[in-house]
């Protein structure tokens, strides 16, 4: 039925662009774990693969990893209807300081010294969005999908580096993202919070939305092993599993809060930290990355392209595979593509994660030998790089970027 609903009702399909809540996320993650149990069964392949697309090839993808992307402001929240009542009036003072305008018919954020336009992002904490990352980490898992890979890691790490709110740890209902410029996320509470609160004492914040979120970065974690998306999926949990409904402070700091048992039948959230406390209680036996690669070269001929590499060391194992990727434009890693977008400067890069994925990659040589392979790339791609991947998931920096024929 919500298969259905997915692809013939609402017809959600690659190219374009859609809202995703709770009717997508949880039915692409039931369909795919019950491809899971029912790996052959043609009608639930072909649903997962069909839902899997019509998220990974939306047209309107956020370049940071966010579910949804950008939209001209509209009522978001259980009656927030404006700005003022998302970011408080310190909010609206840290804009107009900036000299920040803001357009109430098109939602539009200016920035008259540069000119620079954007939509802020509204509500990208729901409870709603985190199935999403258990199901396309799954179909990653059940595919080899290096998209799902890629955006798993990409909405972990924007939980983990855009969305967490460290002057309280938790999550308040409004938020918004890139307000009062680009790069910044501060919801209700951490706008209001006077400078000398401790923990988020004084506001009403509940810990029910932070718990839906330690799931998110510690899936991310499992499949590149980055430190700080583990640290965050504790940090979620921690902060949010000592807040109650609406509570104005933290409680019991010195023992387990929730998740331990079911306490109602709405108490789902206790399927969103198992991802955690695995990690926190099975720790790597190898927590280093191989080496990144330095010498990246690329040559193209016609429609084929060249990729050559000394294969990288890894102190803690072994390299266990390669992945390549393409974009028209210089690609960089997540860290400095948020700088990027904080300066207005992103239209000049690819986020790592967003450039195209190229197949064809050989299984790793030893270290120190000299790689080399021929794959596909899109016609547009011109600059190129590469990560790998140890025999437990930790992946590498990115590469030099090599620009094809130079």
């Known amino acids: 039925m919500n298969v259905d609903t997915q692809i013939r009702a609402f017809r959600r399909e690659p190219g374009k662009d859609a809202d995703y809540s709770r009717d997508f996320t949880r039915s692409c ?53 404006s700005v003022e009542e998302l970011v408080g009036a310190q909010g609206m003072e840290e804009m107009a300081r900036l000299g920040i305008t803001y357009d109430e018919k098109t939602g539009q954020l200016t920035d008259p010294k540069t000119g620079a336009k954007w939509y802020p992002l509204v509500g990208v904490n729901t409870w709603m969005y985190p199935p999403l990352s258990r199901a396309m980490e799954l179909y990653y898992r059940l595919t080899g999908s290096e998209d799902a890979l890629d955006w798993t890691i990409a909405y972990g790490q924007a939980v983990a580096r855009v969305m967490y709110q460290p002057r309280h740890g938790n999550q308040h209902a409004s938020i918004l993202v890139d307000f009062p410029v680009r790069g910044v996320a501060k919801d209700y509470a951490s706008w209001v919070l006077p400078e000398t609160a401790k923990d988020g ?124 990727k393409c974009s028209d434009k210089s690609i960089v890693d997540y860290a400095a593509f948020l700088r990027k977008l904080a300066a207005n400067e992103d239209a000049t890069v690819t986020n790592f994660w967003m450039a195209a994925n190229v197949t064809g990659e050989p299984s790793p040589g030893a270290a120190g030998t000299r790689e080399s392979f021929t794959v596909t790339p899109p016609k547009d791609a011109k600059y190129f790089v590469v990560v790998s991947f140890d025999d437990v998931s930790n992946r590498s920096v990115i590469s030099n970027v090599a620009e094809a024929g130079k």
Not at 37 to 64: H, M, Q
Not at 305 to 313: D, E, G, I, L, R
């Open 201 to 324: 004492e004084g506001v009403a914040i509940s810990g029910y939305l932070g718990q839906f979120y330690p799931d998110v970065p510690a899936r991310a974690y499992s499949l590149c092993g980055e430190p700080l998306l583990k640290q965050r999926a504790f940090d979620y949990w921690y902060w949010s599993s000592h807040r109650g409904y609406g509570a104005t402070q933290m409680h019991n700091l010195g023992g387990v809060g929730l998740w331990v048992n079911c306490y109602t039948t709405h108490a789902e959230s206790v399927s969103y930290t198992g991802r955690t406390f695995w990690e926190w209680s099975h720790p790597r036996r190898d927590e280093k990355a191989p080496a990144a690669v330095g010498d990246l070269k690329v040559a193209t001929d016609g429609d084929k392209a060249t990729v050559s590499f000394t294969a990288p060391k890894d102190e803690g194992g072994q390299v266990a595979r390669y992945q390549v």
């Open 29 to 81: 993650y039931l369909t795919n774990a019950t491809r899971l149990v029912a790996p052959t069964d043609p009608y639930v392949v072909e649903a997962s693969d069909k839902l899997a697309a019509a998220f990974i090839g939306r047209s309107n993808r956020e370049v940071r990893g966010f579910v949804n992307g950008p939209r001209p402001f509209r009522k978001p929240l259980r009656g927030k209807g």
